[in-house]
């Protein structure tokens, strides 16, 4: 995942260390909106919210955030 910030800088990070997102379709992960004053990217479709300074510090969610098996 890659993201563009307001200084042009590009930080990307694995999509893997987000398992909802690496779960998502492609159409799911492009479905996605900024929060608040762009600190945040919400995905909808698959009920996910990452803050912007996380990604920066590439922190990866608690594993409590991963999907549970069906």
């Not at 992960?29 to 004053?37: A, E, M, V």
């Not at 762009?38 to 594993?63: R, S």
């Amino acid at each position: 995942m890659i993201v563009t910030l307001t200084d042009d800088r590009e930080i990307s990070v694995p999509v893997v260390w987000y398992p909802r997102l690496a779960q998502a379709t492609p159409k799911q992960r492009n479905n996605w909106r900024l929060i608040g004053d762009g600190e945040g990217i919400h995905w909808p479709d698959v009920d996910e919210d990452l803050p912007v300074a996380g990604i920066l510090l590439g922190l990866k969610p608690p594993a409590s955030w991963a999907p549970k098996p069906k």
